[in-house]
């Protein structure tokens, strides 16, 4: 992929990554800052007779879902022409669907890839919390969608905080830095979406993801993306879990094989797949130089911010 010298060398890389980074961490602020206030201000001020346990359950998931909503509103007023693909120079505007064919065996890959994310970040949070045994420290508290158990919150994790992701780490992000280098954006932008997470063990699951989620959509569109985060949010919503017991015994065998064989079909399905990923990568790799850029200013101030929020989680009364 050919650039231009003064995109390349000059300042037009690093200005990319500053303010797109920029645009990061106000929607994590946004984010942050709504959902503290909610929780701690706005819901106790209109429910005075709330109870603690009420404050934390039901009316909490409102505090959650209103605060990615308003960030959400950021992204859309702030990037809409880039959104809707009116951007001024047409390079940077959101693919939603590309002219490659999205099939069944890379959506079996793509899912086996969460899978092995999960299983990746499992070990790492093992292995951190046989580290921090016996010291000062506590492990933080596990995190994920298998909390999910309520109607609203099941309507965030599969529908609304997928959306938002997608608009604003592959959408916005990795598009913007698409001209650079297909690889440099896509790990660019799942780098950001890392360290968004703010917790070590659901970063390192994160950036993990967010390679592949960043590969659905620069190949296959941002509807694609789109599709596979949502489903990999449902099948770790803990609904399966629920509800499997209640199905008949047959039927749980049945779905338990399938769900077997997909994950080999998948497993197998990215080996044969390795050599032509490498391809992809060399193809497709950054000109010399380029990721110097990630020592602009807003990329360094996101990572360090996002990182503290992570270190917290190991300091009592602050996790």
């Not at 809707?84 to 693919?95: I, L, N, P």
């Not at 999960?118 to 093992?126: E, I, K, N, R």
């Not at 933080?140 to 909390?147: E, L, N, R």
């Amino acid at each position: 992929m050919r650039h231009g010298k003064g995109d390349v060398h000059g300042w037009g890389v690093r200005r990319a990554v500053n303010v797109l980074s920029a645009f990061a961490f106000i929607y994590v602020a946004i984010e942050t800052l709504a959902g503290l206030l909610g929780a701690k201000v706005v819901l106790p001020a209109l429910f005075p007779h709330a109870s603690k346990a009420e404050l934390n359950g039901h009316l909490g998931d409102w505090a959650v879902v209103a605060s990615v909503v308003l960030a959400l509103l950021f992204a859309l007023i702030s990037q809409w022409p880039v959104i809707v693909g009116r951007e001024r120079h047409g390079q940077d505007q959101v693919r939603w669907v590309t002219a490659r064919r999205f099939s069944l065996l890379a959506l079996i890959i793509a899912l086996a890839c969460f899978f092995l994310s999960q299983l990746v970040a499992g070990v790492a949070d093992s292995g951190l919390r046989t580290v921090l045994s016996g010291t000062g420290l506590h492990p933080p508290a596990a995190s994920g969608d298998g909390s999910l158990d309520t109607p609203i919150m099941l309507f965030y994790g599969i529908l609304l905080g997928p959306f938002a992701e997608e608009l604003v780490f592959r959408g916005v992000i990795m598009n913007g830095l698409r001209r650079f280098g297909r690889v440099f954006a896509i790990i660019t932008s799942s780098l950001l979406f890392g360290f968004m997470h703010g917790s070590l063990v659901q970063g390192l699951f994160g950036f993990i993801s967010g390679l592949v989620l960043g590969y659905l959509a620069m190949e296959y569109g941002l509807v694609w993306s789109l599709l596979v985060h949502m489903l990999n949010n449902a099948f770790s919503s803990g609904l399966l879990a629920k509800y499997m017991p209640l199905a008949p015994e047959v039927i749980r065998i049945g779905l338990g094989l399938l769900m077997m064989l997909v994950l080999l079909i998948g497993v197998v399905g990215l080996l044969v797949k390795l050599w032509a990923l490498r391809d992809y990568c060399r193809i497709n790799r950054a000109p010399k130089g380029i990721y110097a850029s990630w020592r602009a200013p807003w990329f360094l101030l996101f990572c360090l911010a996002c990182l503290l929020m992570a270190l917290s989680e190991f300091v009592p009364g602050l996790g």
